[in-house]
Nanobody, 121 residues
Framework: QVQLVESGGGLVQAGGSLRLSCVVS????????MGWYRQAPGKQRELVAT???????NYADSVKGRFTVSRDNVKKAVYLQMNSLKPEDTAVYYC???????????????WGQGTQVTVSS
């Protein structure tokens, strides 16, 4: 099985910074795209940022210039550096990864359990 475990959420004042981490573990052959999504109360889950295995990135317009996604392929980890946080960034942030399982080489999509980010005004 494959597990994604996030850490780094919390409460921060507007203008502050947080760094989220997500480590992938389990029966892994390879990891393709990784990324972060978020879901605010009463809203649909939305893309925040993604990064390919080669390092190409994609960001939601709302976070461009403030958030940076990165990954460490050796540690099987993806990170989200969030700067200049705004109250509207408040949400549960979910890690996501396309993982090719070692035993079958089948590519599956996996989600973490989520970590709460709260930005106070």
């Amino acid at each position: 099985q494959v597990q994604l475990v996030e850490s780094g959420g919390g409460l921060v004042q507007a203008g502050g910074s947080l760094r989220l981490s997500c480590v992938v573990s389990g029966n892994i052959f390879s990891i393709n795209a990784m990324g972060w999504y978020r879901q605010a109360p009463g809203k649909q889950r939305e893309l925040v940022a993604t990064i390919t295995s080669g390092g190409s990135t994609n960001y939601a317009d709302s976070v461009k210039g403030r958030f940076t996604v990165s990954r460490d392929n050796v540690k099987k980890a993806v990170y989200l550096q969030m700067n200049s946080l705004k109250p509207e960034d408040t949400a549960v942030y979910y890690c996501n990864a396309d993982v090719r399982v070692a035993t079958t080489h089948i590519l599956n999509n996996y989600w973490g359990q989520g970590t709460q980010v709260t930005v106070s005004s």
